[in-house]
């Protein structure tokens, strides 16, 4: 299965905070109760070059940064395949960049080789705040 693409703006200063639903090919929810992921964003999508402006992982930030496998909500179960992807306004506010790249990848099993899933990608705008 190849990456979805979804291109969104974060708006800098304030919060973002939206869901996506990770479904198999029969359209059933994928039970995420042993993911984990990782999203980054960066100036470009070589691996080894460009900028890295920010990685939210599964392991939530204290301001609550991160992916939340229980939805945005937060009290959503791990088996309905809901992603919480969340960035706290004292986050964004650090962030500079005017256009990026990103993808999101959900990792289970081995961690020396786990089974890996590239679930979306896509473009970030950044709208610049005015008012801090």
């Known amino acids: 299965m190849s990456a979805g693409r979804y291109s969104f703006v974060i708006e800098q200063g304030a919060t973002t905070n939206f869901e996506i639903q990770y479904k198999d090919s029969n359209n059933v929810p994928v039970d995420l109760t ?54 706290a306004s004292c986050t964004s506010s650090a962030l500079t960049f005017n256009e990026a790249v990103y993808d999101l990848e959900l990792y289970s099993g081995s961690s020396d080789c786990p089974f890996t899933v590239r679930l979306l990608e896509g473009k970030i705008q950044l709208s610049k705040q005015v008012t801090t």
Do not use: C, H, M
């Open 34 to 87: 042993n993911y984990t992921g990782r999203l980054q964003i960066k100036s470009t999508y070589a691996q080894d070059s460009g900028e890295l402006f920010l990685t939210l992982s599964s392991s939530l930030n204290v301001d609550g940064t991160g992916l939340n496998f229980s939805g945005s909500n937060g009290s959503t179960p791990p088996t309905s395949g809901s992603i919480g992807i969340y960035i």
